[in-house]
Nanobody, 125 residues
């Protein structure tokens, strides 16, 4: 099993940047594919980005391509989401997710077994 703790959320003006971090417990972090999802008020939780065990494969939802970058550091048991050119519509709670399949980068919420508690990102206009 793996436990996930997100950090780095906050309030930022439109056009600004934030870097989210997700710290994972356990000794087999590199065996997990990782992802970020987000949930805005009144909306379903949606896929944002995913990354394979090595970082060699990534996936993004269309609305964040070119603005967000997912990365990981297996030595630190961490995954990151660099968010640039933020927009008010990016406002949401951001969740880190993990699946014990190193090559999985699908966007399906049900495919991820472990979830963090989330970190709030608010983008003001």
């Amino acid at each position: 099993q793996v436990q996930l703790v997100e950090s780095g959320g906050g309030l930022v003006q439109a056009g600004g940047s934030l870097r989210l971090s997700c710290a994972a417990s356990g000794r087999t972090f590199s065996a997990y594919a990782m992802a970020w999802f987000r949930q805005a008020p009144g909306k379903e939780r949606e896929f944002v980005a995913s990354i394979s065990w090595s970082g060699g494969s990534t996936g993004y939802t269309d609305s964040v391509k070119g603005r967000f970058t997912i990365s990981r550091d297996n030595a630190k048991n961490a995954v990151y989401l660099q968010m640039n050119s933020l927009k008010p519509e990016d406002t949401a709670i951001y969740y880190c997710a993990a699946r014990p399949d190193p090559f999985y980068i699908a966007s399906t919420r049900a495919g991820y077994n472990y979830w963090g508690q989330g970190t709030q990102v608010t983008v003001s206009s």
